[in-house]
């Protein structure tokens, strides 16, 4: 079994070096031309949290987790811990051939997350873009199976890294579903559409959930930027239902000022949460709606409710992918992939190294399998 390395370097960024060791060129939002791919430690003045002041509290639980994907305190998770780990997560293209046999007759479904599984986690994450291969990849996944993109990106921004129209989109962690705008396969006709909220005019199923939180996101997004200004490499990300903190380029020094920030601002929405992904702080509304209810959705909007001969298969590298980890565990039907390549707490069966192995493990998908008992004549 390949011996990977532990824990600490879970958050490297592909194709960057570690934010301290960089120079010469800074990430902020509030900077013209941030459009940069590396981080640095830009040279802003120290912010002042008055924790006291402020009423806030940070449970040490928060800046530890911040902490745990930091290389600095990671422990690497090595020798038979690590084996005993793959032993109950084992790679799914090692396993290939047992997945293929236990979706044999059934109707194979494909959800995939976007960062960290279609695309590497790079720095900037307006630059995540997926290699034309992945795109081909998804696109003939997707020619053979429904399949849909389930990510914390809002719609328009992961449409416009996946571009391809025949594809189910649950964007803004699920909370923003749309159907294909192009027919593309027989699936899309036998639709039961479950239709909530509104959509494009081809769309065939929409779901927008927490259409009702629009406006208080938005209004978090500015304060949070304003808030976020004076922490260097800070970034707030709109994602439509939802926001993202970046602080992947932030100077590990000021994570607990930016945790604070952002928890201060909280205290005056009640109706909103905070969850952690990778370097990323997560502000959604506080309703009963994951990645595994879009999961859930989707399959029922396709048809599959209730059904014994369905075979979803999730795909993701997130915390957030846990929730439809879960509920493929629960249903006891279909299969959950970590994308990882060290060990980590997860419900999902099998796991893949990084995006290339996603690639490998699409292709192989809708590879004829050679017939195993042909002999040579
Ligand atoms: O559900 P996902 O599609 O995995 O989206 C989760 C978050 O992904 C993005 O952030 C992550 O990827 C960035 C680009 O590689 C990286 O810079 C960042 O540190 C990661 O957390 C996205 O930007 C977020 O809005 C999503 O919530």
């Not at 981080?39 to 040490?60: E, F, R, S, W």
């Not at 279909?334 to 060990?343: A, C, H, N, Y």
Request: with cysteine; hydrophobic share 40%.
């Amino acid at each position: 079994m390949t011996n990977h390395a532990g824990f600490a370097a879970e958050d490297a960024v592909t194709g960057a070096v570690p934010a301290a060791a960089q120079a010469g060129r800074h990430f902020s939002p509030f900077m013209a031309g941030r459009r940069g791919t590396d981080c640095k430690k830009a040279a802003a003045p120290p912010v002042h949290v008055d924790l006291a002041g402020a009423g806030v509290t940070i449970p040490g639980s928060w800046l530890d987790s911040m902490r745990a994907s930091s290389p600095r305190h990671a422990k690497p998770v090595v020798g038979a811990e690590h084996d005993e780990w793959m032993e109950k997560h084992p790679s799914a293209l090692a396993m290939f051939e047992s997945i293929a046999a236990a979706a044999k007759g059934k109707e194979i479904v494909v959800f995939l997350d976007y960062d960290g599984t279609l695309s590497p986690i790079v720095a900037d994450p307006d630059r995540a873009v997926m290699t034309h291969d992945m795109r081909e990849a998804v696109r003939a996944v997707s020619k053979h199976f429904p399949t849909a993109i389930v990510s914390g990106r809002c719609i328009d921004k992961v449409f416009d890294f996946v571009k391809l129209e025949e594809l189910y989109y649950a964007g803004s962690h699920g909370m923003d579903i749309r159907g294909p705008t192009a027919a593309a396969s027989e699936y899309h006709h036998s639709m039961n559409a479950n239709q909530q909220g509104g959509g494009g005019e081809d769309a065939v199923v929409t779901c927008q959930p927490a259409a009702e939180f629009l406006p208080v996101i938005d209004e978090v997004y500015q304060v949070l930027k304003g808030r976020m200004a004076s922490i260097a490499g800070a970034l707030v990300e709109n994602n439509k239902f939802c926001l993202s903190v970046h602080y992947r380029c932030v100077d590990e020094a000021e994570w607990g000022a930016l945790d604070a920030e952002v928890r201060a601002v909280m205290e005056g929405y009640p109706d909103l949460r905070l969850t952690k992904g990778r370097k990323v702080l997560e502000i959604r509304p506080v309703i009963d709606w994951d990645k595994g209810s879009a999961l859930q959705f989707l399959l029922k909007s396709l048809g599959y409710k209730g059904r014994n001969d369905v075979f979803p298969i999730y795909i993701g590298d997130d915390r957030t992918d846990e929730d439809a980890f879960k509920v493929l565990r629960n249903m006891g039907q279909g299969i959950g992939i970590l994308v990882t390549k060290f060990p980590k707490e997860t419900t999902a069966s099998y796991t893949l190294r990084e995006p290339s192995e996603v690639k490998e493990f699409l292709r192989k998908l809708v590879k004829p399998t050679p017939k195993s008992n042909e002999t040579k004549g």
